[in-house]
């Protein structure tokens, strides 16, 4: 998982082990105080999110009206993300930047949190200041997410096991057809569809041939 910038957005690109899978949130950074993300529900290949990044790079440096801007920028690597939290400002987004594997269950790999990176989403220029605002923040860092704090991507820690084991005496042919039809939506949905929500990142839509969206 990578978190990339630009002055007006984050686009968080989560990827299977393999890398042969990828999907992007668009994370909206001129926001001072609310939470705006937009699920990009395409399922991208590792070709399609190069060249998915590379035009958002292309798009940021050219656009009119950002004047120095210098594109797309890689802010940080993680493996994972423990969500957002909000105190007297804008949002911050949590992740995992580190981790330790500690177990197996089942074939599914346990792991526990070592490091975190906690990220202020609103840009600069409309970032609303509160006076308390260090000190909530100040708190929220005493809950230490390294000490006791473990997750799993194929596992789910909040059943019990015997809750789990449970899970495998469903029907094989239910699970099949529910990844099937999951697979089939995704995978019929169009191009230009996926791309509609970098629309305003500078990038060509269906019928428009210029790299930065207007010719």
Same mark, same amino acid.
């Given at each position: 998982m990578v978190l990339y910038e630009t002055r007006a957005r984050y686009f968080l690109v989560g990827s299977n082990q393999a890398q042969t899978k990828h999907r992007v949130l668009k994370i909206d950074r001129?926001?001072?105080?609310?939470?705006?993300?937009?699920?990009?529900? *395409?399922?991208?290949?590792?070709?399609?999110?190069?060249? +998915? +990044?590379? $035009? %958002?790079?292309? @798009?940021?440096?050219?656009?009119?009206?950002?004047? @120095?801007?210098? @594109?797309l920028s890689r802010a940080v690597s993680a493996f994972g993300m423990v969500g957002f939290v909000r105190f007297l400002e804008g949002y911050y987004i949590v992740l995992i930047t580190?981790?330790? /594997?500690?177990?197996?269950? @089942?074939g599914h790999s346990i792991y526990k949190i070592e490091d975190t990176s906690m990220i202020y989403i609103p840009n600069d !220029?409309? $970032?609303?200041?509160?006076?308390?605002?260090? $000190?909530?923040?100040?708190? =929220?860092?005493?809950?230490?997410?390294?000490?006791? =704090?473990? =997750?799993?991507? !194929?596992?789910?820690?909040? *059943?019990? %096991?015997?809750?789990?084991?449970? +899970?495998?005496?469903?029907?094989?042919? +239910?699970?099949?057809?529910?990844?099937?039809?999951?697979?089939?939506?995704?995978?019929? $949905? !169009? /191009?230009?569809? !996926?791309?509609?929500i970098f629309e305003d990142e500078g990038l060509p839509t269906q019928g428009d041939t210029c790299g930065t969206g207007s010719c």
């Open positions: 001129t926001e001072p105080k609310d939470l705006v993300i937009i699920d990009d529900k *395409h399922v991208y290949n590792q070709q399609e999110v190069r060249e +998915l +990044l590379g $035009r %958002l790079d292309l @798009g940021n440096r050219t656009k009119i009206g950002q004047k @120095g801007s210098s @594109g580190k981790r330790r /594997k500690m177990a197996d269950i @089942g !220029s409309v $970032r609303v200041t509160h006076p308390d605002e260090a $000190r909530y923040v100040r708190i =929220f860092q005493n809950v230490d997410l390294s000490s006791n =704090f473990y =997750f799993s991507y !194929s596992y789910d820690l909040s *059943h019990s %096991l015997q809750y789990n084991l449970t +899970l495998l005496q469903r029907p094989y042919e +239910l699970w099949l057809s529910a990844a099937s039809s999951a697979e089939e939506e995704v995978h019929t $949905r !169009s /191009k230009q569809d !996926s791309f509609d």
